[in-house]
């Protein structure tokens, strides 16, 4: 059975995703903060780990927890959306930015790059992405600081997967605008129309190698 770490699965699109593995008869393991958020999942081949993303210190203890696993899939779901992102980026706190930054940069880029030699040397790193983090895409100009914090983490994840240079497979993934609490309810996609698909595109670039930004549907977005 493969086997996939779904980082940040308590709750919607990375809840989501885990329930999509565990269908299919993937082995999976999921972080979340509080474990009770899962309990209704519990299964044998659900294994729950608490992360806390942004505890660098948890994520290295994670990884020592599961030295001599391997992985056939690192899925990164961590982000945040505050109301305060959909103004303009000159009337944003600063502390709101550096949280953003922390939270949708930098966490998810550390723990991508500290577990990427759990994962099988044919396998895939993903992160969840957005449409808004494509700079040829933004021809709307709102959310300035939600669209720069997703676009420095698709500069990242690219960054480590140039550095890197192996034959694993990395991908930003836009799941759509999906309705969850960041999406909303007018969002005009639920999360079956989402994420099974979006797991069908994960499996037909396992084995690619390369990076790819692509949507829940296989589309290719510019970066």
Do not use: C
């Amino acid at each position: 059975m493969p086997t996939a770490l779904i980082v940040g699965a308590s709750r919607g699109l990375g809840r989501a995703l885990a329930e999509e593995h565990l269908k299919r008869g993937w082995n999976v393991i999921a972080t979340v903060r509080n474990p009770a958020s899962l309990a209704d999942l519990a299964q044998d081949r659900l294994r729950v780990e608490i992360l806390e993303t942004t505890d660098w210190a948890a994520v290295e203890a994670l990884k020592a927890k599961l030295a001599g696993q391997k992985l056939d899939l690192l899925f990164i779901n961590a982000a945040i959306s505050p109301e305060e992102t959909a103004l303009p980026i000159g009337e944003v706190s600063q502390d709101l930015f550096e949280n953003v930054m922390l939270i949708n940069v930098l966490a998810p880029l550390k723990i991508a790059d500290r577990l990427a030699d759990l994962t099988a040397e044919d396998g895939t790193i993903a992160i969840m992405s957005s449409r808004l983090a494509s700079i040829e895409l933004n021809v709307e100009g709102y959310g300035e600081a939600y669209r720069i914090s997703k676009a420095a983490m698709n500069m990242g994840l690219k960054g480590i997967a140039v550095r890197r240079a192996d034959k694993r497979t990395y991908m930003a993934t836009d799941p759509g605008w999906v309705q969850t609490d960041m999406g909303g309810p007018d969002a005009p996609l639920t999360i079956q129309e989402s994420i099974p698909s979006l797991a069908n595109v994960l499996a037909s670039h396992h084995g690619k190698g390369g990076i790819h930004f692509v949507n829940y549907a296989g589309e290719k977005w510019p970066w």
